[in-house]
């Protein structure tokens, strides 16, 4: 919607261009926006029992019940430096991990919008977010957060 409102004038040679730099900033705009809608309960893939390259965690999380419920300070407080955390990892990752990876945790993207938006193969995208769940997950037990 922003390429046709905004650079409809413009000529069609420039459309793929001007889409992914779009694209981009929406992404990073968000990111920056919307710190974190909501704490994972248990931290992606590294946090399971399963190893391979084609896990998802997205379809393992469930939703608790009391997602609504008033955490006590402390509790607030843990969460906000883990969430810190993860920002920190994020930052570190190479960029087409973090493009994946918020597209498809952050924005809830499933894996066929996601290699999409992002212009590769859903493989593509299966792969980077799964070096990048590894990755964000080794940064913070590095930092001693555990499951």
């Known amino acids: 919607m922003k390429l046709t409102e905004k650079y409809s004038g413009k000529p069609a040679e420039e459309f793929p ?7 981009q900033n929406t992404i990073r705009d968000y990111y920056r926006r919307q710190k974190v809608r909501s704490l994972w309960t248990t931290l992606l893939s590294s946090f399971s029992p399963h190893q391979e390259e084609e896990y998802d965690p997205l379809e393992t999380l469930e939703v608790e ?40 945790y952050w924005e809830e993207l499933d894996v066929s919008e996601t290699a999409a938006a992002m212009g590769c193969s859903e493989g593509s995208v299966k792969t980077h977010c799964s070096r990048a769940t590894h990755a964000v997950a080794a940064f913070l037990k590095s930092k001693g957060i555990e499951p």
């Open 17 to 23: 261009m001007l889409f992914q730099r779009i694209l």
């Open 65 to 104: 019940d009391d997602s609504n419920k008033i955490h006590r300070p402390e509790e607030t407080l843990a969460r906000s430096q883990v969430v810190k955390l993860i920002e920190q990892a994020l930052e570190s990752l190479p960029a087409r991990q973090r493009e994946a990876f918020l597209l498809r």
